[in-house]
């Protein structure tokens, strides 16, 4: 009754409140029970301690027996909880499981009282009912040796057999020293001594000792007296004979490693082991065994004495293995720079913590291996062995250094490093090594990207590119997405280049009166891969490898040699290396010249024409450079001029195609290339007519049309355009006013007169007998650029026609660009002149084109001799010259439609046209009504259906020709705007969405026609800016932090995964090509584990931000696709805000009455025109209330 008659009494179920705290007990069980406190609870205390005794003084068994329930029952189902006791009834099975026998501890004391008495026999019984077998074996043993101390005098052999026996069981139990006094008394001393040595630790080393030398065992007692520190013993020993000689040098050594003996206060053994040393070292030496006198040397206390006796002797590779071993690294590190011995003096550089001098040193070493071994030329690094060993040595010193340093190493190691490399890999080493202004890093990378571009098929490169590819940026992009083109090799060529030539004006101002910071920066990169030291303040360096292929013969004899070392004067190095440069470059650049030469070669397509065209331009560019008389080599200029005549004939031929594909803004980005427009010039001697030396007409035809968008031409061009063109004829006339009218806007009439006439000339020569004749579409293009010139006058104070197409290209061209801004002059008074030449102008092409429209024999074989891989079949060319056709003859009112549409159709121009503009067009001669209006509503929805509307430019005279068509209505003011025009006309190159928004219906029941519209309806575009301005801002949000953390770098893994989580989103809900479902999943769970998990899961998610940056590089695939939709943000914002500027100043065009077109007249076209006029808009607004069934909308 412990607790029943415990003073706590009810307060043991304060217990229950400490089984709820633990969790032992279920929370929600609803058990009554008081606070602990500790004023109240004072005696619990007490009683716990009372327990406590009353469990741990238990023998065997503990029964707690209590007869009421009430207050043993917290305590008691807290045991049952943890399951630490049974509940029993009080019955016969309890009492008989009380009964207990002599347990096994009751013999063990037992056992024990008995040994201690020296009864050993009675206390091996107890020990053994006790299943104690180590105790019963000491007893037995102990025994033993009681019988043996009584016996061995009467009974030698009991006595030993007892102490045998003895010695060998208090080994087996762990009592060695026991079992070595027994092995003395039997006069074993060998075995006493192995035991106490092996068994009995230091404190009996001593004690083995004697038993050795009793044993007469010397060695053995020398080592053992040499770790029991007794020394005066030990060197005893080792005198005992000559066999001990070197036994006695070891111990000596040891001891001075552990400084020992200098603790030692014995003048005897200090004079021993004097004398010890000198009588061995001289013996050694007499013999002329070095090897075995230099052990003693280096025992000698005195390192003066030991390099005197060395040097004396002449020993000094000897005294170089001592001074290491004494470390003395720096002496060390002069004997071996003295000896050539380049690792060595980096291994003891490295040891005298001069980390930085080792590590330049072992790089300087790895570059001349890998560059400049057997066999080798310089390139590429030869792969060894030992390579990835030495770097990463390199790197463990620079780690010793600064973290500057470190990083500088690293970039450096992973250039020169063996291990295969990829494309991005190799960019972002080039990258790292500008960073930190490592200008070998930047050397070995950007060949290495050479390499990898020059070994790879031409077919592996990427053509399809467009103008801003050749930005470094750009190409920086490429490279590490692990893709070549044209642009990437010609970035990478001259990054290479530029460190040779700077390198190369080094070397030939090398003379000078001082170095700067610039030009220790070049000498220290030719020295590092020439392999050369420079050799303290004397003007020479020493040549790491003699053999090397950049020493010249005259270089080789320039040689001295001190020792194991050769020397060669600052100027000889200096000429070997411009030699030696001199070949790279030409070597190199021929390479890349002859890559790019298979690459222009591809069939062109439209995707590629531009970058092939860019690809020319760099041969031409490289090809240049290499005929430089600084830079030409002998016997290159006939492999040059190949090139030279690839350039001239392909540009052309590309460069039209680029034209011809309509991309005319990526026309003139490469005419305003001055290498485009030096390859200009530099074909016009090369396309020389045989019979005068004139220029021939289809260079002269291919000329013009560049110059005319280009809006370039210079003195220099200009006088030799004359040298190859006749004084009086009318292409030099109008080349001449051309250079006029581009330097001061002047003469206009002039210039189109000898355009007009310069065409008409061409035209009527007898193209059949010509080599090169200009092609049709190239002379349509110069006629359509007539046309549009010449009656650019009647905008102000009329109208022209003319198709969208033509005029997106007249707007790109700078010439006629130029030429409508001098006709939108406010103050310029009408010019009879160019009225006059208007009609002219347009009355000879709209006879030169009826003349070819007639005749489709003749364009086909027009066509046919002109064909290049850059010219047009004979469809595309029939229809331009239709649709140049039709809205000329409307502007200058040169004839009649219909009876043109006629003539063209008896000559069947029509079937080769497409079938929705040819069936529009020749409904035409069912209209009861011929009038031009008519004819104007057809043929503006002809070219609708072909996607080229029609473009009515000006103020007609007349609204009602403009009423109820399909067209732009474009005023003049709106031409001083051309971004606004070409925003509306070209809605797709600015991002822009398309659709179509339905008028309402007119009053009278009629439908009215649908408006092309470029901006969303007002309901529908507010609906749209709410749902989308949180998006936008969350945009605006993540390219700034991408932004952000390029501009610092992708170092922080935190910071990229806080990127993540931003563009997560965006991710979604885009789903950019190239981030496929895995990848996508792989940035859910980084993002989701940096969010919501632990420090150890977040862990996790830094690890797998890692992994993104390895094999494929995933990481620098995401930031890709946001920096492209970055920029494309950044331009859709500025083509909205063009656009929204647009869309307030344009107006409706008003549609015509229901009664202004009559049943006899042709159909309502179904789509209404609209004017980006602004007065036209104010007017519209003033009659919007009087006017009825008026549709509105914005184009």
Known sequence: NFFGSSPLRNKWRVLYGYMKDRDIISHSEEISHPGFDRSKHYLLCSELKQLYVAITRTRQRLWICENTEDYCRPMFDYWKKLCLVEVRLLDSSLIQAMQTGSSSDDWRLRGTKLFNEGQFEMAT??????????????????????????????????????????SEIYES??????????????????????????????????????????????????????????????????????????????????????????????????????????NCAQHYFERGDIKHMMPF??????????RAFLNSRNLVDELLSLEMEMGNFLEAAGIAKH????????????????????????????IVDSLWSSNSRGWPPKRYAEKEQLLSKAKEMAEKVSECFYCFVCVEADALSDVNKSLPSLNCTLVEGRKCANLLVELVASRSILDVHLQSRASGYNIELGPGSEDENSCNDMLASNQMSPQTLFYVWNNWKSIIIKVLSQLCHADGPELNDYAVMYEDLCAKYFGLRKDGEADRYVVLNVNASWLSTAGRNSLQQDGNRCFLGAPQCYSCAQCFWMNELSSVGFSVLKKLEAIVQISPKSSSSYTLVRTILIINEIAKFLEEPQFSMPKSSMKLRSFFVLCGRRFFELVFLV????????????????AAYGLIADSLNSNLRPAN?????????????????????????????????????????????????????????????????????????????????????????????LGF???????????????????????????????????????????????????????FIYQTIMAILTSKHMLQEWVHKTSCPSSTSYKPVLLRLVVTLYPLILTLSLGNCYEVTHNLLRNEVFKDLPVEFSQKIVHALQIKSRTPSNFTRVLADALAAIGDNMVVIGTPKSPVDCQNLNAYMISKEDLYDVPKIMALLCPEEASYVKQETPLPEKSDGNKSGNVISGNIPKDAQDNEMERSSEMDLADEILFEKLETLRAEGLKNPRDIIELLVSA????????????????????????????????????????????????????????????????????????????????????????????RCSDDDEPDTGEAGASTSKKAAQKQKSKKKSKKSKGRGKK
């Open 125 to 166: 019984m107890c020990f053994e009912k006790a299943g104690d077998a180590h105790r019963e074996k000491l007893a037995r043993a102990a025994g033993l040796v009681a019988t043996a101390n009584r016996v061995i005098s009467t009974n030698l052999e009991l006595g030993k057999a007892s102490l045998q026996t003895a």
């Open 173 to 278: 139990i762990g009592m060695h020293e026991k079992a070595a006094t027994c092995y003395i008394k039997l006069g074993d001393y060998k075995k006493a001594g192995m035991v106490y040595m092996q068994k009995c630790g230091t404190s009996k080393l001593e004690d083995a000792g004697d038993c050795f030398a009793m044993a007469e065992c010397w060695s053995e007692a020398a080592e053992v007296f040499l770790k029991a520190k007794c020394y005066t013993k030990c060197f005893s020993m080792c005198s005992k004979g000559k066999k001990l000689f070197n036994l006695g040098l070891q111990f000596l050594q040891q001891l001075e490693e552990e400084h020992s003996l200098e603790n030692s206060k014995s003048l005897e053994v200090s004079a021993i082991r004097t004398k010890y040393l000198d």
């Open 297 to 306: 040397v280096k025992a000698f206390s005195s390192m003066d004495y030991v």
């Open 339 to 366: 000896n050539g011995d380049v690792l060595l003096e980096v291994d003891m550089l490295e040891k005298a913590g001069l980390f930085e001098d080792a590590t330049r040193l072992l790089l300087l070493h790895i």
């Open 659 to 674: 034209w011809r594909d309509g991309t005319t803004r990526s026309l003139l980005r490469l005419l305003d290339s001055p």
């Open 693 to 785: 030396k004139n220029l021939t007409h289809g260079h002269l035809g291919r000329t013009t049309m560049l110059l005319l968008h280009a809006a370039q031409l210079d003195e220099a061009l200009l006088s030799r355009l004359l040298q190859y063109l006749d004084n009086s004829s009318d292409w030099a006339e109008f080349f001449q006013y051309f250079k006029r009218f581009l330097d001061s806007g002047g003469d206009r009439s002039s210039l189109i007169s000898n355009f007009k006439r310069s065409l008409e000339f061409t035209f009527n020569v007898k193209w059949k007998d010509e080599l090169d004749y200009i092609s049709p579409i190239c002379y349509v293009g110069l006629m359509e650029c």
């Open 789 to 843: 010139m010449a009656s650019s006058c009647l905008i102000q104070n009329d109208f022209i026609c003319c198709t969208k197409s033509l005029l997106v290209n007249m707007l790109e061209c700078r010439t006629s660009k130029v030429y409508i801004d001098t006709c939108l002059v406010s103050n310029s008074s009408p010019d009879s002149d160019l009225d006059r030449l208007a009609y002219t102008s347009g009355r």
């Open 1064 to 1155: 997560l989103p965006w991710l979604e809900s885009n789903t950019p090509a190239g981030i496929d479902k895995r990848l996508l999943d792989d940035v859910r769970r980084i993002c989701s584990e940096f969010e919501n998990g632990s420090d150890r899961v977040r862990g996790r998610a830094f690890l797998a931000v890692e992994k993104l940056r390895q094999g494929e590089n995933k990481l620098q695939l995401i930031l890709r696709v946001l920096t492209e939709a970055s920029l494309r943000r950044i331009e859709s914002e500025a083509t909205k805000k063009s656009m929204n500027d647009w869309s307030s100043d344009a107006a409706v065009q008003p549609q015509a009455d229901a009664d």
